[in-house]
């Protein structure tokens, strides 16, 4: 008589933290982006200071990436605000600028994929971690 293997299943405490790396990961994609441009551009000759920048920004996501860790709801929907209002504010002042509807399109959509999109995403996790997880750090009662 064969004997029949079954699967091994995550349960939630392994599927918490996988979604929960899955999340952090996509959060943090903007500022892999930021600290290699700033990089370039501290180590470069051009010294125009978007290096500087580029790190003054990465901090706050990089907080609200481990505020979303450590509390996934409350995280996961300032990420999903914050990238939603991105978003918006990047569409308006292309058009307030006078661009053309070619290079609107063009700029807005590489920097939606660049910059709003992977937040989105890991704060949509995040959200999603906090109705599985039911622990004590969830963030937010879980499912019943």
Known sequence: M???KTRPTLGPRELTLWLKIVAAVLALIPA?????AGA??????????????????VAPLVILTVVGWLRPYLGGLILVGGSVFLAV??????????????????AGLAA???????????????VLVSRVDTGPDAGSPGIA
């Open 2 to 4: 064969a004997t029949m």
């Open 32 to 36: 892999g982006i930021l600290l290699l």
């Open 40 to 57: 370039s551009s501290v180590l470069g000759s051009d010294g125009d200071g978007f290096g500087l920048l580029g790190w003054l920004i």
């Open 89 to 106: 504010a990047a569409i308006v002042l292309l058009v307030w600028d006078g661009e053309s509807l070619s290079s609107i399109v063009t």
């Open 112 to 126: 939606l994929l660049m910059f709003v999109v992977p937040p989105l995403l890991g704060g949509t996790l995040f």
